[in-house]
């Protein structure tokens, strides 16, 4: 009799082959075990394996007006418990769908548990279950992770919804792999004497055994799409396999004559590019970006077949794990970035001869002002940095090379702090205002008189630049405004104070008030003149004067005001003057500043 095993899964990139062997019909599903790389194709479909329904979870009937248009089936069963995944790689301007069925029975084939029908009008590479392998977290066209347990038969549909394909891969993912890396998916749903499918990297040894008990005669075929050839001289047990192909192997016994077909596919191994060591000034917060070296890795190999990962460690590079963040921040200093580039289509295909020094050079910061003031009293100022890096070179517009300079005079200066390493430098660049600041004064006192109790308003006026002033009256706090409200009747002290330390002043002023002009003509109204508050002071003295200088009227807190007459006879209309004197807080009798010291008399 003649035993007929058949395998037929294209195990390498799915653009290699235009040809492929696939089962369009659930009851053929092709049998997938360990973590091989498939890759297949579709066209057309045999049954209509969902009996004319509609839909199945997310897929929907397609142009051919059954759900499948151009079908793939394909099953396996877990032999571990864990995490598991796929991606399934696609041309990008094709639109794919899939669904994922619980079931041991083509015929029971209930809701999939995972499915995905969206279009592909993002253009992208892969659908699956899990992560996008090319980082798109948020990509649509994935769905949650399969949380499986061993045991456990799965059918896999993967359709193509535009009638356009030129084939798919299929790759495994997920931590059962970690635990599980050659048996995760059970093999002995494949009685196939040539093994399971085999995805090398290219010029990886690959040697087929079809070493047989009773064996008479071997022959060798391949199939590289136009369908099997006979290969001359290939008469062995065992086979060397050259290229990538579908190969059989006919044995022939005493009793029967064996058949077995196996689909080996060599996956390009790339191979990272010479890196040059790179320099950057690091500043705080700001990163660099790793990806920036991606196509110095990959030369002229497309990055749509291979992605690049940078590594802390030659282990971790080796093995594929811990990739550093592409935006990577790291602290100043050279660090060894170790480069990982891998096949896309096979994890296993990858070079991680090379890494690159990754320096990276502190840039100075600015720690001291970049305004500074010469007070007048002193004559100079210290300006640049007074805790200087001895690693630092410091140069100022004057030519100065120190890392702080003492300047006398008004202007902007400008100092350049450089850090070289590695020939490379990083440099900042600070420009410092520097003015003049002079003692302040007070030039006179502006009282605005409200109701002699708690309203009233005094504006301290100064001579010369105010902008750099601050100003207390009594006990209260210092503030910038000049102008103090609330102000009760009395004696009171104001203090004047440089922001910048060149020197404080302090003086008495005395809140009073009284008429600018009186009119006794009898009308009763503004008949005398006064001055009101004079209870708030330590035995006040008011004196009035003519133009002339002579004394004309003293008054006391307890006198009543001035009529307007001197010896009993009335003074004509004009201005006269006064002087408010009082005894301050160290017993000495003081005239009262910044009062207005004339009044008018009307008649």
Not at 60 to 78: H, K, M, P, V
Request: include cysteine.
């Amino acid at each position: 009799m003649v035993k007929l095993v058949t395998r037929t899964l294209i195990l390498c990139l799915f653009w290699q082959f235009s040809h492929a062997q696939v089962s369009q019909e659930c009851a053929n599903a092709i049998p997938i075990c360990s973590n091989t790389p498939i890759n297949g194709g579709t066209n057309g479909y045999g049954v209509d394996d969902f009996n004319g329904a509609s839909s199945s979870g997310c897929l929907e009937q397609t142009l051919s007006g059954s759900i499948e248009s151009n079908s793939a089936w394909y099953r396996f069963r877990t032999a571990a418990s864990g995490q598991l995944g796929f991606n399934i790689g696609h041309n990008s301007n094709e639109d794919w769908d899939f669904a994922l069925y619980r079931a041991s029975d083509c015929n029971m084939l209930g809701e999939p548990i995972r499915c995905n029908f969206f279009d592909n009008s993002e253009n992208k590479s892969f659908i699956g279950v899990g992560v996008d392998p090319t980082g798109d977290e948020d990509s649509v066209h994935y769905e949650d992770w399969l949380q499986v347990n061993a045991g456990e038969d799965y059918y896999l549909l993967i359709n193509n919804f535009s009638n356009v394909n030129s084939g798919f891969s299929i790759q495994f993912t997920g931590n059962i792999w970690i635990t599980n890396p050659n048996d995760a998916l059970d093999c002995s749903i494949i009685n196939n004497l040539l093994g399971p499918p085999i995805a090398a990297c290219e010029n990886d040894p690959v040697v087929l055994d079809a070493a047989t008990s009773g064996a008479m005669s071997y022959e060798w075929y391949s199939d590289t799409g136009s369908g099997f050839q006979l290969i001359s001289g290939a008469t062995s047990s065992t086979y060397s396999v050259p290229y990538s192909a579908q190969y059989r192997v006919v044995v022939t016994t005493g009793m029967e004559t064996i058949i077995s077909d196996v689909q080996v596919g060599f996956t390009p191994t790339p191979t990272t590019a010479t890196m040059a060591d790179t320099v950057y000034c690091h500043v705080p917060n700001i990163v660099f970006d790793l990806g920036t070296k991606d196509a110095e890795a990959l030369g002229s190999q497309d990055s749509n077949d291979f992605m690049v990962s940078y590594h802390s460690s030659q282990a971790d590079a080796n093995l594929g794990i811990n990739p550093l963040q592409k935006q990577y921040e790291k602290s100043p200093g050279p660090e060894t970035i170790y480069v990982r580039t891998t096949s896309l289509a096979n994890p296993d295909c990858y070079d991680a001869s090379q890494n690159f020094v990754l320096d990276s050079i502190e840039t100075p910061e600015i720690t001291f002002d970049e305004e500074a003031v010469i007070c007048e009293s002193l004559g100079f100022v210290e300006i640049g940095e007074t805790m200087p890096n001895p690693a630092f070179t410091y140069l100022w517009s004057t030519g100065e090379q120190s890392p702080s300079i003492m300047v006398s005079e008004e202007g902007e200066y400008t100092l350049t702090i450089t850090n070289t390493s590695s020939n490379s430098s990083c440099e900042v660049t600070s420009t410092i205002a520097v003015s003049m600041s002079t003692l302040p004064s007070i030039a006179d006192v502006a009282i605005d008189i409200q109701d002699l109790r708690t309203n009233n308003m005094v504006t301290i006026i100064t001579e010369g630049n105010s902008a750099n002033l601050e100003y207390r009256m009594d006990d209260g706090a210092y503030q910038s405004s000049n102008v103090f409200e609330g102000v009760t009747p009395g004696n009171h002290r104001v203090y004047l104070r440089d922001i910048y330390g060149c020197g404080e002043v302090e003086d008495d002023i005395v809140v009073v008030g009284f008429l600018t002009s009186f009119s006794p003509n009898g009308d009763v109204l503004n008949e005398s003149w006064q001055i009101e508050g004079l209870s708030e002071l330590n035995s006040p003295i008011v004196t009035i004067y003519d133009r002339y200088g002579k004394l004309i009227k003293q008054m006391t807190e307890f006198d009543s005001g001035w009529d307007g007459s001197f010896n009993g006879k009335p003074l004509p209309s004009t201005d006269y003057w006064f002087k408010l004197s009082y005894i301050d807080d160290d017993g000495v009798r003081v005239n009262a500043k910044y009062l207005q010291s004339h009044f008018s008399l009307v008649r």
